[in-house]
C-alpha cells in the first residue's frame, strides 16, 4: 500500500493542511486460466475497484507468483495478499476445513456449498487453524459434486472401479479407496499429463475444470452421477494486510463478497452447465449413469468410515473435530 500525492495535493501539504490519498495494490495468486472457478475474485476485483474509484486495485496472477499447492505458504509469508487454494492440496496445513471435503455429506447445490462454507469459515477452531498461516478466510468457491473422465473401458458398475488408478484429493480420494479404487492425489495443473501418459485411468473434477485442463479431449466416458464429493477451496487473505487496510478500502472489501459469489454461482449455474452437454457430445464421450442401489452400497461403504477416520485423525491433531462435523451436518440438515 502506498500514498499518492498528486500536485494539488502536493501544494496543499507546502501550506500545511496536506490531504493525503492511499492507493492499495494487492497481489492475488491464482492459476490455470480464468474459468467459472475464479470468477468471484475476478467479480471481487471489479467491485473492489468501482467502490473505491480505483483506488484499491486487485493485481490478479494466473501461475505468476506461485504454484497453487503453495499459496497458503506464500500468503504465510506475505508474498502476496491475496490467494486460492484447495484443502485436500495439503491436509496436514489446513485440516479443519477439510471436513467440507469428506465424502457424501449430503451436500446437493452451490448455494449450499455456499452456505454451509460460510459458516464454517466463522468457527473459531477454524479461523484459529488458518492464522497459523497468518490467512483470513475470506470466500468459499463452492463446486458441485465431481465426477470422473477416464479413458479405455468405461466401470459399468460401481464395483469395476477396484484396481483402477484414478486422480481423486482429499475425502474424494477416501471414498474411492473404499470400493477398491487406487486414488492418486495431484494438483489440477498436472491431470492431464498424467491422463494422457496412462499415469491415471480417470480424473475427478467439476465440470469446468474437466473443460479447462482438457480432460475432455482424451477423455472416452463420463460418470454422471458417482457424485462421491466436492473440494473446498477457499479464498484467503493475508491477515496483516487486512488489518492495515485503510477502513474505506477494507469496507469496500468485506461488503463485495456476497455480490462476487451471487454472480461466481450464477455464472456456474447458466453459463457453464450450458456449454457441459454439448462439449461432451461434440467429443462423442460416453456418459455412465449407475443405478441406485449401487450408489447406496457405494455411500455405505465410503461415508460412515471416512468420518470416523477424519474424526479420530483430527481430534489426535487437536482439533475439536467431532464439533466441527456436527457442526457441517447440522448446517447441511438446515
Not at 492499495?24 to 495468486?29: A, E, G, I, K, Q
Not at 486495485?57 to 509469508?77: F, Q
Not at 485423525?313 to 451436518?329: C, H, I, K, W
Request: with cysteine; net charge negative; charged share 20%.
Amino acid at each position: 500500500m502506498r500514498p499518492i500525492l498528486g500536485a494539488a495535493v502536493a501544494a496543499s501539504a507546502a501550506l500545511g493542511f496536506a490531504a493525503e490519498t492511499w492507493a492499495t495494490d494487492w497481489n492475488v495468486s491464482l492459476w490455470g486460466k480464468r474459468r467459472a472457478f475464479t470468477e468471484h475474485v475476478e467479480k471481487l476485483a471489479e467491485l473492489v475497484s468501482e467502490k473505491t474509484g480505483g483506488e484499491f486495485s486487485l493485481n490478479i496472477s494466473y501461475g505468476g507468483l506461485s504454484k497453487n499447492t503453495e499459496n497458503l505458504d506464500g500468503i504465510s509469508i506475505g508474498a502476496f495478499e491475496m490467494a486460492q487454494f484447495c484443502a485436500g492440496y495439503h491436509n496436514d496445513k489446513n485440516p479443519s476445513i477439510t471436513v467440507l471435503e469428506l465424502p457424501f455429506l449430503g451436500v446437493d447445490t452451490l448455494e449450499d456449498e455456499r452456505r454451509v462454507s460460510q459458516a464454517l469459515y466463522t468457527h473459531p477452531a477454524v479461523q484459529k487453524d488458518l492464522a497459523r498461516w497468518n490467512a483470513t478466510l475470506l470466500m468459499p468457491s463452492p463446486l458441485p459434486q465431481y465426477n470422473f473422465v477416464g479413458v479405455g473401458d468405461a466401470p459399468q458398475t460401481v464395483a469395476e472401479f477396484e484396481g483402477l488408478s484414478v486422480r481423486a484429493t482429499g475425502g474424494i480420494g477416501a471414498a474411492m479407496q473404499a470400493i477398491g479404487a487406487v486414488p492418486t492425489s495431484m494438483s489440477a495443473t498436472e491431470v492431464r499429463q498424467a491422463l494422457d501418459s496412462g499415469v491415471v485411468k480417470a480424473v475427478s473434477f467439476a465440470p469446468h475444470a474437466h473443460m479447462s485442463f482438457g480432460t475432455i479431449e482424451t477423455g472416452q466416458w463420463w460418470t454422471t452421477n458417482l457424485n462421491p464429493g466436492t473440494v473446498n477451496c477457499p479464498v484467503v487473505v493475508n491477515t496483516d494486510a487486512l488489518n492495515a487496510l485503510p477502513e474505506s478500502h477494507r469496507e469496500a472489501l468485506m461488503t463485495s463478497v456476497d455480490d462476487a459469489l451471487d454472480h461466481y454461482i450464477d455464472y456456474y449455474n447458466t453459463e457453464t452447465m450450458a456449454k457441459w452437454g454439448p462439449a461432451l457430445d461434440e467429443r462423442e464421450i460416453a456418459r455412465i449413469t449407475y443405478p441406485p442401489e449401487q450408489l447406496e452400497a457405494f455411500r455405505q461403504a465410503a461415508a460412515g468410515p471416512a468420518a470416523a477416520a477424519w474424526i479420530a485423525e483430527n481430534t489426535a491433531r487437536g482439533l475439536p473435530a467431532q464439533e466441527l462435523y456436527d457442526f457441517v451436518t447440522d448446517m447441511i440438515g438446515q
